[in-house]
């Protein structure tokens, strides 16, 4: 096995696929947000050359701010539809991973509006700029776990189940859903791949991501690392609520696999992908509220339920067995090591002022390579 990866080495290549990325034109809508400024690193790292769409960061601190990067920003909304075809045409992307989106379940309810509008019509936007794009070769959309019409039964969903959402933001996501399925039949079909247009679509659906350098409210992980770092308990709303928790690693790794697959031309690979942990035991919220206490002793909580509060699925699982099995994706972390890693982040940058971003990315990406290793 040393001798395989030797030689690969020696080709100026690793085990992981992702330095497809070397030199590509990437575009991440999103970039200033939670998820997107973690993907950005990992695509800068692997050599790719980032341009970025987003509002400006709304927390602080900011992750993205933290991280220092020399790629390109515009910071406009998506919904301006002039302003964002300008940004899109100059960025001029070989791939987009379109994050951009309202994705707060409770915020939803606050604003529908803008949450359907920053949701869909911006989604439509982006894709409707894609079409002016003409080295354009794939497109990966990030929607949720939550487009599933939740049946709260422990059975996982399958990419082929019925979409739905109750709340405004799941619904939301299901539209993007249906929206990027008609674009993917209408004008990027996979049948005329090559011949009509050369542009793969695939949408993505991961569960609850966590990790270091999320500061959005009425999020499990921050709340808790900022009522701790404060001295403060913690109010826990929602103690049975079970939710797929995943490493932000963990959801990024699959949308980079699938984006060189869809680079490369395998039209098979342009439909929709969910992409979840393995199970879900210790995944309600009191269990992960004690796995946090496990690790970092200072972590200290009360229930505060509250009768009136608008409705959150209570209990959300996906089914991974495409992923792992067309894909080749699989989950690295399980429940321990994924709020083991955040935490360790966290302190990291309060205790020292650290950011630990890069130096977590590298050390998924020996997993991967040993995870392709024993493939
Ligand atoms: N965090 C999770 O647990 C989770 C789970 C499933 C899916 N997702 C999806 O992943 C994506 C990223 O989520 P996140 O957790 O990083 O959220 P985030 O709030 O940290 O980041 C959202 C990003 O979208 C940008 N944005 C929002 N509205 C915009 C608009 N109108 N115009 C331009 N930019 C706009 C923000 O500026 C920010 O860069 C979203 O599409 C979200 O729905 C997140």
């Not at 590509?24 to 800068?44: A, D, I, N, P």
């Not at 701010?65 to 940004?87: F, G, P």
């Not at 979409?163 to 933001?169: F, I, Q, R, S, T």
């Not at 699938?258 to 393995?278: C, K, Q, T």
Request: proline letters at 4%.
């Amino acid at each position: 096995m040393e001798e395989r990866q030797r030689s690969l080495e020696n080709l100026g290549l690793t085990m992981t696929g992702l330095e497809a990325y070397g030199g590509k034109r990437v575009l991440v809508t999103g970039h200033t947000g939670f998820k997107g400024s973690w993907l950005c690193t990992w695509l800068e790292k692997l050599g790719a050359e980032v341009t970025g769409i987003a509002l400006a960061p709304n927390t602080e601190p900011s992750h993205f701010a933290l991280l220092n990067t020399r790629m390109k920003s515009h910071l406009l909304d998506i919904r301006d539809r002039d302003a964002l075809l300008h940004a899109v045409k100059q960025a001029d992307p070989e791939i987009v991973f379109h994050l951009a989106a309202q994705p707060l379940v409770r915020a939803s309810y606050a604003d529908p509006y803008e949450t359907y509008t920053s949701n869909v019509t911006g989604t439509l936007n982006v894709l409707d700029a894609c079409r002016a794009c003409d080295d354009l070769r794939a497109i990966v959309v990030i929607t949720t776990d939550k487009v599933y019409d939740n049946r709260e039964w422990e059975w996982a969903y399958r990419e082929n189940d019925a979409l739905g959402g109750h709340d405004p933001y799941s619904s939301s996501k299901a539209c993007v859903e249906l929206l990027c399925n008609s674009w993917r039949m209408s004008f990027f079909n996979p049948a005329g791949y090559g011949s009509d247009h050369n542009v793969l679509l695939a949408t993505t659906r991961a569960g609850n991501v966590v990790g270091g350098g999320d500061w959005a409210v009425d999020r499990l992980i921050p709340d808790i690392v900022k009522a701790t770092v404060g001295g403060e308990e913690v109010e826990i709303r929602n103690p049975r609520a079970t939710r797929p928790w995943q490493h932000v690693l963990e959801p990024l790794a699959g949308y980079l696999q699938l984006g060189v697959r869809l680079i490369n031309g395998e039209r098979e690979f342009a439909s929709a992908w969910n992409f979840s942990p393995d199970n879900l035991e210790g995944c309600d919220v009191i269990s992960v509220v004690h796995s946090m206490q496990a690790i970092w002793p200072a972590v200290h909580y009360r229930i505060k339920q509250d009768e009136h509060a608008p409705h959150e699925a209570m209990l959300l699982r996906l089914d991974n067995a495409k992923a792992r099995t067309r894909l080749g994706w699989r989950p690295q972390w399980n429940a321990d090591a994924t709020f083991r890693e955040t935490i360790r982040w966290y302190r990291a940058w309060y205790e020292e002022r650290t950011v630990l971003t890069t130096q977590q990315i590298e050390e998924y990406e020996r997993l991967i390579t040993q995870t392709a290793e024993v493939d």
